[in-house]
């Protein structure tokens, strides 16, 4: 018996990963920013740095008002999302409505549905990853009250992540990227930064301490830094090498 080469194409473009048939160029393994919603009630947990990271491998992170990360499967048309964050395996399912290589739709809960634009994946290590584990473990609050050690490696990690963040836009070509959305004690403009009042900080970005008096320890770190400090600001015409440049300087200070 002689098999037909279109079938034996079509046997091996499919591949059993993360529990479910997918194709080889399946459109989920991206990174997704939510957009905006459609039905029902809106969520002021989700904004624009909303991002959920799928990988091939079967893991992913994201921040839909919370951080998280763990491992996922797609079945039935339904992504499942296994939180590994606190110990305890706490799956949640989010029904697929529609997928493609640019944008996906997600039932987010009753009529509600989320659109997700995709972004690539950042390539190579972790430590190169803007959302991997490894660059937001500053999201992740701390189940104690933090010494000022413990503080300044938050905030490290912090710039870490948005170093990262900027080299991911650098590397692959961005025109724009988000910097409000993203809860932040830091008020970044176009020609620089600053610290952004109490009364302006967003509400996750107190969540990522113990208590308001962390919270408070954590900006009196940021505004020594921009008071004390020289920040030699790159002179270049690249928004993402300026900014690259200026927190490599402020992971130095926090050392």
């Known amino acids: 018996m002689r098999l037909n080469p279109l079938c034996l194409i079509g046997i091996l473009s499919l591949s059993l990963v993360a529990g479910g048939c997918r194709l080889i160029n399946d459109p989920l393994p991206q990174l997704w920013f939510f957009t905006y919603s459609q039905g029902g009630d809106s969520d002021s947990l989700l904004n624009p740095a909303s991002f959920l990271s799928l990988h091939k491998d079967g893991t992913?992170?994201?921040d839909f008002g919370r951080f998280s990360y763990g491992t996922w499967q797609y079945r039935d048309k339904t992504l499942y999302l296994e939180d590994k964050i606190d110990g305890h395996a706490n799956t949640t399912a989010f029904p697929v409505t529609d997928i493609g290589p640019k944008?996906?739709?997600l039932n987010l809960g009753g009529s509600r549905t989320g659109i997700f634009d995709s972004q690539p994946?950042?390539?190579?290590?972790n430590t190169d990853d803007p959302f991997s584990v490894q660059n937001n473990k500053w999201r992740i609050p701390p189940t104690h009250r933090e010494t000022d050690d413990e503080i300044k490696q938050r905030l490290y990690n912090?710039?870490?992540?948005?170093?990262s963040y900027f080299e991911w836009a650098l590397a692959n070509e961005l025109a724009t990227v988000?910097?409000?959305?993203?809860p932040t004690a830091i008020k970044i403009y176009g020609n620089g930064f600053g610290l952004k009042p109490?009364?302006?900080l967003?509400?996750?970005w107190k969540e990522c301490f113990f208590d308001d008096e962390d919270c408070s320890k954590a900006s009196a770190m940021i505004l020594e830094i921009f008071q004390h400090r020289n920040i030699a600001w790159a002179?270049?015409?690249n928004k993402y090498k300026f900014f690259i440049s200026a927190f490599q300087q402020m992971k130095n200070f926090l050392r």
């Open 60 to 62: 992913y992170t994201r």
């Open 103 to 105: 944008e996906m739709k």
């Open 121 to 125: 994946l950042a390539s190579g290590k």
């Open 158 to 163: 912090h710039c870490q992540f948005w170093e």
């Open 178 to 182: 988000d910097v409000r959305s993203t």
């Open 198 to 200: 109490v009364e302006e």
């Open 202 to 204: 967003p509400a996750r």
């Open 235 to 237: 002179h270049t015409d």
